[in-house]
């Protein structure tokens, strides 16, 4: 860069800072898949409701967290949550992974749902005849072909989670983003910093955006 001086020697000590957030941010990412994803799949099967009472409230929530910025419905749950549940002192690592759990189950109630209405019929007629139970049918045959469809989807859901966790900062969250504003106050390194900063989200995205790659063109993932 022409004019600049990079200058990355008072900002390697603190690699070890930057990867103790990195840390944070996978923790943080874990925990709001292991819990956004059951309730987007249980969400995505109630919005397949026959009963209105459950499918219309259930439809304008979803579409209502789907419409919502992250950063929003962060800061709404940062402020809220500990009002609502009467726990002031409620972490900030667990408020964000209550905001980035519901929204990400609102998006994977979508993907479910468009997977299960798209599900052949024949097959659960199939199953009926064969004299599987409703329980017996969703459990072997239309989960594990709604799990293979879909799992690619997922995949990049959950890429997109990782990212959106650096949102978390703002609500000082001791993830990567955060650790990395502490280390530009005391080396006054900007741009090596957040260099660093981004190699760091790169070697985690960019694997995982190979993966998610490689299950889509795989045959396995496709419905039969």
């Not at 898949?33 to 259930?58: D, F, Q």
């Not at 005391?186 to 993966?211: D, H």
């Amino acid at each position: 860069m022409p004019g600049y001086s990079w200058n990355f020697d008072s900002v390697w000590p603190f690699l070890p800072v930057l990867l103790k957030g990195l840390g944070v941010t996978l923790l943080l990412t874990a925990a709001s898949i292991a819990v956004g994803t059951p309730l987007g799949v249980l969400a995505g099967v109630l919005l397949l409701a026959r009963s209105k009472l459950i499918r219309v409230p259930l439809q304008v929530t979803t579409d209502a967290i789907r419409s919502l910025p992250p950063l929003v419905l962060l800061l709404w749950v940062y402020y809220f949550v500990p009002i609502l549940i009467g726990v002031p002192e409620l972490a900030a690592f667990w408020l964000a992974t209550i905001a980035f759990s519901i929204n990400l189950a609102a998006f994977v109630a979508d993907v479910v749902r468009a997977s299960l209405s798209a599900f052949p019929a024949n097959l659960v007629d199939a199953a009926v005849a064969c004299g599987l139970s409703p329980g017996k049918t969703l459990q072997k045959i239309v989960f594990p072909d709604m799990f293979r469809e879909t799992l690619p989807t997922l995949t990049v859901l959950y890429i997109g989670v990782l990212k959106m966790t650096s949102l978390a900062s703002i609500i000082t969250v001791h993830e990567v983003v955060h650790a990395a504003d502490q280390v530009r106050l005391q080396t006054f390194q900007v741009i090596e910093v957040y260099t660093i900063l981004g190699i760091l989200y790169l070697g985690v995205v960019m694997p995982l955006s190979a993966v998610s790659r490689k299950l889509e063109r795989s045959a396995w993932f496709r419905r039969r």
